[in-house]
């Protein structure tokens, strides 16, 4: 189990983590508590010995049963649909696997069940996301998972080519950008002005005039 080789990406530490499931358990209890919660508590008025209310799995009763599944079907869907919750996303992280394949449906359905059920368990399992190196709770190690920024920024930088940042890396055919060419002078020196050139005149070509006729003296 290798940790996202050939990866720049930096991985999701524990804290932020955190903060995206809390956003996730926010969003999933606004909704149930809108589509089932108060509909049940209209129907539990009218007949309190709803069968939907009294356990039939230990002392779960199909409402508790209904909640957990509509909650593990939310982490399930966005997680193998999309890589990411609507918490991960808003707090810019991604689920990737560790030998940068596509992540399948059992894999995901495997951590999102099994492996947080094991992780919750005196919750040893998410503290191991801030004791490692590589951020990984225990769900993560079992599935080979990473939860990593998928910063999309990429930075202009005239005459060389631009950094990837993020998940992934860059492509072997990313050429540099080549710079135009800048003439570099000193500050608050003009160039010196060069003169237009003229065109060149012909002259005409120098004879010798006639000699005058001298006037002889009268004897």
Known sequence: MQPLENNTATPGGFFVRLTAYLIDLLLIGTILTLTVRLP???VQMLNPASWFLSPILFRFSPYDIFLYLA??????VMTYLTGATVGKRLMNLRVVACD??????VN??????IGRYLSSLLFIGYLMIGAS???????DRLCDTQVIYTCKCRPVVYGKASPVYGYGTAPASA???????????PYGRAEPETAPELPE????DETE???APQEQEPK
């Open 71 to 76: 909650g593990s079907a939310y982490f399930i």
């Open 201 to 204: 005149q012909t002259q005409p």
């Open 100 to 105: 940068d394949s596509k992540l399948t449906f």
């Open 40 to 42: 049940l508590m209209m």
């Open 175 to 185: 050429a540099a950008v080549p710079s135009a060419p800048v003439s570099y002078r």
């Open 209 to 211: 005039a006639p000699a």
């Open 133 to 139: 190196e590589t951020k990984q709770g225990l769900h």
């Open 108 to 113: 995901v359905l495997y951590r999102e069940t």
